[in-house]
Structure formats: structure tokens, C-alpha cells
């Protein structure tokens, strides 16, 4: 079992940056991949970023590269998502997640297990 728990998120201007964190607990935190997600009103979740349990891969959604950065410290529990360069079309409700082993990479939402309960990301123009 790994419950998890975001933070960090707000209200920002265009352009500006903002770093969500994601706590969890379980002490087996360090063998799933962990991944981002984001829901906008009205619209369907999507794959954000992900990275796999050793730190050795990242995935990220072609909107975010080169803006985006996920990044974990398992001996904390936490995995990161810093965000830089950020447009209106970023705002939604940001979700981390964890999956345990899968093949195949970290993209798709319903192969995750554990989902936190979100945090709010308002970009302003």
C-alpha cells in the first residue's frame, strides 16, 4: 500500500515556475515508477511525466519537454516535478502516481495503483 500526497501547487504568472512534490509512504516507495498526470476542466486526465523506480528513465509528454523536470529521492519518499516556462495551457489539477512493475513505459493512467488526491495548478496570462 502507498498513499500519497502532492504539494506546491498555486497560482502563478506566465513564464513563471512552480515545484510539486509528492510525499508517500510505504516502505516499498523505491520499487514502483512514479508518474505525473494533470486534469483540466473538462477535459480527459493526460500523461504529464514519469519516471521509473532507479532514477534510469523519464518520460515526459511532448508539451513539457525542455520545461518540465520529474526527478525522485527515494531515500525521502518523494518525487518532484519542477515546472518552468509556464503557459495557460499548463493550468489543471496535477496528480502523482505510482505503479508497480509493468511492461511497457509509464504512460498510461489506468496502469498505475496508488493516485494522490491532486494539487492545483492556476497559470495566469
Known amino acids: 500500500q502507498v498513499r500519497l500526497v502532492e504539494s506546491g501547487g498555486g497560482l502563478v504568472q506566465a513564464g513563471g515556475s512552480l515545484r510539486l512534490s509528492c510525499a508517500a509512504s510505504?516502505?516499498?516507495?523505491?520499487?514502483?515508477?512514479m508518474g505525473w498526470f494533470r486534469q483540466a476542466p473538462g477535459k480527459e486526465r493526460e500523461f504529464v511525466a514519469a519516471?521509473?523506480?532507479?532514477?534510469?528513465?523519464?518520460y515526459y509528454t511532448d508539451s513539457v519537454k525542455g520545461r518540465f523536470t520529474v526527478s525522485r529521492d527515494n531515500a525521502k519518499n518523494t518525487v518532484y516535478l519542477e515546472m518552468n516556462s509556464l503557459k495557460p495551457e499548463d493550468t489543471a489539477v496535477y496528480y502523482c502516481?505510482?505503479?508497480?512493475?509493468?511492461?511497457?513505459?509509464?504512460?498510461?493512467?489506468?496502469?498505475?495503483?496508488?493516485w494522490g488526491p491532486g494539487a492545483q495548478v492556476t497559470v495566469s496570462s
Open positions: 502516481a505510482a505503479r508497480g512493475f509493468r511492461y511497457g513505459p509509464p504512460v498510461d493512467f489506468r496502469s498505475y495503483d496508488y
Open positions: 519516471i521509473t523506480w532507479s532514477s534510469g528513465s523519464t
Open positions: 510505504g516502505r516499498t516507495f523505491s520499487t514502483y515508477a
